[in-house]
């Protein structure tokens, strides 16, 4: 019971940070009357969500900090694109973590390789194409000023990341992801 309300006020101390650095810790740059363009590390949270509880905690990190940021402080429309988009932005990175063989130590490769892709797919590509199709904002207008400042953010999410990571080190047997038996671990 301890792990599991350790975990659940893990999560929600996520979602608050995300929707606070999404919303007021980040610059937003506008393009034709649309925020096209947010500049921040709210993105952090909801990657370190699927780093440290798995793809499934970082889906649900992203997307309900979208839609409570949503909630608080509106900024258009509901578009339930864009919270697909925040929770594959945590889920993705876990998943290539887990493929890349570093679910349990990621490396800051792991790390590196990881938050590229999915930044790069959720980021770089996939709201560009929903402001495009939503919105009708050219792609030229927000891909490539997007793949600008990834390229800026991708050292700085995953040197953070991993000085998080380092700093829970102590802590990591309370992690919730499974530890396969047999991992040469002792004690519980």
Known sequence: ???????????????????????????????????????????????????????????????????????????????????????????????????????????LWHLFVGIAIGQLIAAVVLVPLGLLWLFKVPLAATLWPRLGIQAVLLPVHALLIKAVLLRLQPFWRLRTVPVPSGSGRSGS
């Open 1 to 107: 019971m301890r792990s599991q309300t350790g975990r659940l006020t893990a999560l929600a101390l996520l979602i608050a940070l995300t929707v606070v650095l999404t919303r007021w810790g980040s610059i937003r740059l506008m393009f034709l009357g649309l925020e096209t363009l947010r500049i921040g590390i709210g993105a952090l949270p909801v990657i370190l969500a699927g780093v440290l509880y798995g793809p499934v905690a970082g889906f649900l990190v992203g997307a309900v900090g979208d839609v409570l940021g949503w909630a608080i402080s509106p900024m258009g429309p509901y578009m339930p694109w864009f919270t697909i988009t925040t929770g594959l932005c945590g889920a993705i990175p876990a998943l290539v973590i887990w493929a890349l063989g570093g679910r349990e130590r990621p490396l």
